[in-house]
C-alpha cells in the first residue's frame, strides 16, 4: 500500500514539475501557439529552401543570396523591421 502511494505521488509530481517550477520560479519554458507555429515555419523553410543548395554554398563559398532573398520574402529574416521599411534598400545593395 504504502508503496502504491509512493508511486502515485512520485509520478504526479513529475507530472506536474514543469507547472510546479513555473510557479515557483515564474519561468515557463513551453512554447506558445505563436512560437510552435514559428518552429514549424523555419523548419520547414530549412528542409525546402536550405538543405538543397547548403553543400553548394559550402563548396564554393558563394554568399546564398537566394535563400536570404526567400528567407525575407517569408518574413523569416529580419522580422522585427517594419514592413513599411521595405527590403527595397537592402536588396539594391546585393549582386
Not at 506536474?16 to 514549424?40: I, K, V
Not at 547548403?54 to 536570404?68: C, K, L, Q, S, Y
Amino acid at each position: 500500500m504504502f508503496a502504491r502511494n509512493l508511486v502515485k505521488a512520485f509520478t504526479r509530481s513529475v507530472r506536474n514539475s514543469t507547472s510546479d517550477a513555473a510557479a515557483a520560479t515564474g519561468l515557463n519554458f513551453r512554447f506558445t501557439d505563436e512560437q510552435r507555429e514559428l518552429q514549424q515555419t523555419l523548419r520547414k523553410f530549412t528542409k525546402d529552401e536550405v538543405i538543397p543548395v547548403a553543400a553548394h554554398h559550402d563548396e564554393t563559398g558563394e554568399f546564398p543570396w537566394g535563400v536570404i532573398k526567400k528567407a525575407h520574402a517569408a518574413g523569416i529574416l529580419n522580422g522585427n523591421i517594419p514592413a513599411a521599411y521595405g527590403p527595397a534598400y537592402f536588396f539594391s545593395k546585393t549582386p
